[in-house]
């Protein structure tokens, strides 16, 4: 009799870069005013936070941070409408945003981990 196999498939370093750029691409096009493409790069990294290696988890926990904090500071931005600060804090929220980006993919290319979130608790042992 056949023994049927259920380990995972082996970690594939290749897909799972192609996948965190992908995912990138997305925020780059959803920064320019639409936010579907945003929404399906959030759902590919939650999809693929844990299942990836240590490297490319904290880039989709990188991008997932990114996204939910510039929801909220836009959010934000967009209560103060008619005030002049809401344009200030707009292009603020935009630079943020960019620089996010742009580090993300840099230390992508340099095969870097993105720094974990100060809020995001660790096991680590003295």
Same mark, same amino acid.
């Given at each position: 009799?056949?023994?049927?196999?259920?380990?995972?498939?082996?970690?594939?370093?290749?897909?799972?870069?192609?996948?965190?750029?992908?995912?990138?691409?997305?925020?780059?096009?959803?920064?320019?005013?639409?936010?579907?493409?945003?929404?399906?790069?959030?759902?590919?990294?939650?999809?693929? @936070?844990? @299942?990836?290696?240590?490297?490319?988890?904290?880039?989709?926990?990188?991008?997932?941070?990114?996204?939910?904090?510039?929801?909220?500071?836009?959010?934000?931005?967009?209560?103060?409408?008619?005030?002049?600060?809401?344009?200030?804090?707009?292009?603020?929220?935009?630079?943020?945003?960019?620089?996010?980006?742009?580090?993300?993919?840099?230390?992508?290319?340099?095969?870097?981990?993105?720094?974990?979130?100060?809020?995001?608790?660790?096991?680590?042992?003295?």
């Amino acid at each position: 009799m056949e023994e049927i196999s259920v380990d995972a498939p082996p970690f594939d370093g290749n897909r799972e870069r192609e996948l965190v750029v992908v995912a990138y691409a997305l925020y780059v096009v959803g920064f320019f005013g639409m936010l579907a493409p945003s929404i399906l790069a959030l759902g590919l990294n939650y999809w693929r @936070r844990n @299942r990836s290696g240590s490297c490319y988890g904290s880039h989709h926990r990188w991008m997932i941070r990114t996204f939910w904090w510039g929801l909220l500071w836009a959010a934000a931005s967009l209560l103060l409408l008619f005030a002049l600060v809401s344009y200030v804090a707009l292009i603020v929220v935009s630079v943020w945003w960019v620089y996010r980006v742009i580090r993300g993919v840099l230390a992508l290319v340099d095969e870097q981990s993105m720094p974990p979130s100060s809020l995001q608790v660790t096991s680590q042992s003295p």
